[in-house]
């Protein structure tokens, strides 16, 4: 029987999953995402057109395979609707080739408005979300009050809907939280309707089915581990499993069912969204990483902010997910550098440690080992053979350090420009 493959993030996030589940998809007769939601974007080039995907899974592009938007993931109706429309027009109609879980749950209007009027509570402390809804969403669902996609094929659907607005409207008020729902709301039952055409399957049965008939899966990851609701650093984390077992409960994959694990990183690091970021830079290289590297979210435009590699938070990763694979996004960003570091260990209170800590508000002194920069573009490079022996030297200190090959190599945004070995 076959297994689930897994791509996910290392990092926090926008490490560069969708270029390469694009770029892997030929190798899989079908791609599914696994948990997050909107908050998600996933940007894509090829062919001089760029697209970037929020809810719809990165493996549309490539043979018209079934897509899946599995039962972990949560669901915002008007912009899935934008999103799909938006495909339709440059030539990409996804009614066939797409199937939603019945059990994804749905983002309300008024989740979306609870996102904002929590983050506006909480002030100075705010933690910097998308403004999706993603929080009240998956809380709802937690706390078993949440609605599924499924609840829309029911026909007293608005009734379900409107008991959902009252307890919600209810929470509004006692935080004093001012909002006008009326044109959000009329968008949204719009978007329910168009929502509608889609295949809405139980997707757990459709992907055992497929792995029964040994067709093989690849399952796409939203964020990354250091964003995971129990292993990132939270409070500042989104509210989902980013991490692989998130697949097994996001898909109805059971663990033994998970073939490889693919990590991307960056080759540096990026954060978008408040919390603790070890290895951030305030200076000039910071600023470079960031225009060289185009690091605005593909979501809200905000700024990322922009530091070093972090290898201590790279190992945790390796080690919450069991990778077996890892993917290295965006090292061109770095060609003109003299001098490239790599926090190999941390100091906190004077201590000396190797691993990422419980607290979020300690003062971690990254401790680093420099290499020489490659000074030269490596984007030109069409094989590992080609590549300076002083970028080779940072690629196999990773490996060395983290016990991992590292498979596949990208040197820009572009489907073509990445390098398998
Ligand atoms: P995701 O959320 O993990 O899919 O990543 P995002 O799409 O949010 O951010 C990655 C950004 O880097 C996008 O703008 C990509 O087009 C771009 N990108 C991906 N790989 C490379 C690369 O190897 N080099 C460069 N320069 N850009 C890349
Ligand atoms: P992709 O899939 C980067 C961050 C937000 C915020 C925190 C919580 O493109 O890598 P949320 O809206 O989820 O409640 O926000 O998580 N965040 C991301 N950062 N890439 C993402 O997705 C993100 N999704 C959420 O900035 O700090
Ligand atoms: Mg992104």
Redesign the pocket.
């Known amino acids: 029987m076959k297994k689930v493959d897994v791509i996910l ?1 290392l990092q926090w ?7 390469v589940v694009d770029v892997l998809t030929p190798n899989y007769d079908v791609v599914a995402r696994f948990q997050g939601g909107p908050n ?4 894509l ?1 090829f062919c001089g057109e760029k697209y ?1 995907l929020r809810s719809i899974p990165s493996g549309i592009f490539q043979g018209g395979k079934p897509n899946i938007i599995g039962n972990g993931v949560v669901l915002d109706a008007i912009l899935f609707r934008g999103e799909a429309e938006a495909l339709a027009k440059s030539g990409h109609d996804l009614t066939r080739q797409l199937c939603i879980s019945k059990k994804a749950h749905l983002i309300l209007p008024t989740h979306r408005i609870l996102d904002a009027a929590y983050e506006a509570a909480k002030g100075s402390a705010k933690i910097g979300t998308t403004g999706k809804g993603i929080g009240p969403t998956y809380t709802d669902k937690v706390s078993r009050n949440g609605m599924r996609v499924g609840d829309l094929l029911k026909p007293d659907f608005k009734e379900i809907y409107a008991a959902h607005k009252a307890r919600h409207e209810q929470i509004l008020r006692s935080l004093n939280y001012d909002y006008d729902i009326t044109e959000l709301e009329a968008e949204w039952f719009e978007a329910v309707e168009y929502l509608k055409q889609f295949r809405i399957v139980d997707s757990e049965y459709f992907i055992n089915e497929c792995l029964k008939e040994d067709r093989p899966i690849l399952a796409e990851g939203a964020q990354g581990t250091l964003l995971d609701v129990d292993f990132g650093s939270y409070p500042f984390v989104t509210s989902s499993n980013t991490v692989c077992a998130g697949v097994c409960t996001g898909l109805g994959v059971a663990p033994n069912r998970i073939g490889e694990v693919f990590g ?1 990183f960056k080759a540096y690091c990026t954060r978008v969204g408040s919390g603790p970021f070890p290895t951030e830079l305030f200076d000039q290289t910071g600023d470079d990483l960031g225009r060289i ?2 690091e605005f979210g ?1 979501v809200t435009g905000r700024k990322r902010r922009c530091g070093w590699l972090d290898l201590i938070a790279l190992k945790y990763s390796i080690m919450i997910n069991g990778v077996t694979q890892l993917i290295m ?2 090292a ?2 770095m060609n003109g550098f003299d001098t490239i570091r790599v926090a190999t260990g941390y100091e906190i209170n004077g201590e000396r440690t190797e691993q990422f800590p419980f607290d979020v508000d300690v003062d971690i002194k990254p401790i680093y080992t420099d290499f020489e920069g490659w000074k030269c573009d490596i984007s030109q490079c069409k094989s590992y053979d080609e590549f300076p022996a002083a970028f080779k030297n940072y690629v196999e200190f990773i490996e060395r350090e983290t016990g991992v090959p590292v498979k596949i190599i ?4 572009d489907r073509g ?1 990445t390098i398998v070995r």
């Open positions: 993030g996030g926008d490490e560069g999953k969708g270029k998600a974007g996933h940007t080039e970037v991307i590297g185009h593909a996004m965006k061109d960003v990208s040197v820009g945004p420009e």
